[in-house]
């Protein structure tokens, strides 16, 4: 069974900080990996992927993550946030061979204090 | 800008009753998906399709039936409602290569009484 692990449902940080949303996957195999960021009461929004190569890849608004094989993660992170990134942040999985069959995580809930 | 609309937005029906959730995709896009969020479980998908008149079973299937009639439109009809189907439903597509990126709608918000 596929499963991805976000461990922390809320993370709350001041305007400036630093942050880093952790996700976990359990699959051994070929995979694409996603993040996701939800503003209240809209749909999902597409951050960032990575398949292969390099990584660290780049999204939008200053946000990275990283792909570790060895830790099964695939961390977000940003240096500096604001406080218009409060919002849910959702980690996805995708089998290689699986076309259309992504899974996501429960979601952290990242909050900015100004 | 890909665009996938969702309705209604808002539905509230009783225990036993006939709902049907539309999405519509203006992205040319082969792939389109049925998901309801709820606390604790993110986002689970109930069924996808990757073109007109195909239908694929998703993780939680149980409850609900889609049916894709065109290229743009995929419908999440549920027949006897129950207060489990409760949640918020996305529609989302995405393209043949599906490298990850999906393209949602706002949202269906469904209660069931």
């Known amino acids: 069974t596929q499963t991805v692990s976000q461990s922390d449902a809320h993370v709350t940080v001041f305007e400036g900080d630093s942050v880093e949303l952790r996700c976990n996957y359990s699959?051994?195999?070929?995979?694409?990996l996603s993040w996701y960021i939800q503003h209240h009461g809209h749909g999902l929004q597409f951050l960032l992927k990575y398949y292969s190569g390099n990584p660290v890849v780049q999204g939008v608004n200053g946000f990275e993550a990283e792909f570790s094989k060895s830790d099964s993660s695939f961390h977000l992170r940003k240096a500096s946030v604001h406080w218009s990134d409060s919002a849910v942040y959702f980690c996805?999985?995708?089998?290689?061979?699986?076309?259309?069959?992504?899974?996501f995580g429960a979601g952290t809930q990242l909050i900015v204090i100004p | 800008e890909a665009a996938v609309t969702q309705s209604p937005r808002n539905k509230v029906t009783v225990t036993g009753g006939n709902v049907t959730l539309s999405c519509r995709q203006t992205n040319s896009h082969n792939y389109m998906y049925w998901y309801r969020q709820d606390t604790g479980h993110g986002l689970r998908l109930i069924h996808y399709?990757?073109?007109?008149?195909?239908?694929q079973i998703g993780d939680v299937p149980d409850g609900y039936k889609a049916t894709r009639t065109t290229q743009e439109d995929f419908f999440l009809l549920l027949e006897l409602a129950s207060p489990s189907q409760t949640s918020l439903y996305f529609c989302?597509?995405?393209?043949?290569?599906?490298?990850?990126?999906?393209?949602f709608g706002e949202g269906s918000k469904l209660t069931v009484l």
């Open positions: 699959y051994g195999g070929s995979i694409y």
């Open positions: 989302a597509s995405s393209d043949t290569a599906n490298t990850g990126q999906l393209y």
């Open positions: 996805a999985v995708r089998r290689g061979s699986a076309l259309g069959r992504l899974h």
């Open positions: 399709s990757y073109g007109a008149g195909n239908l």
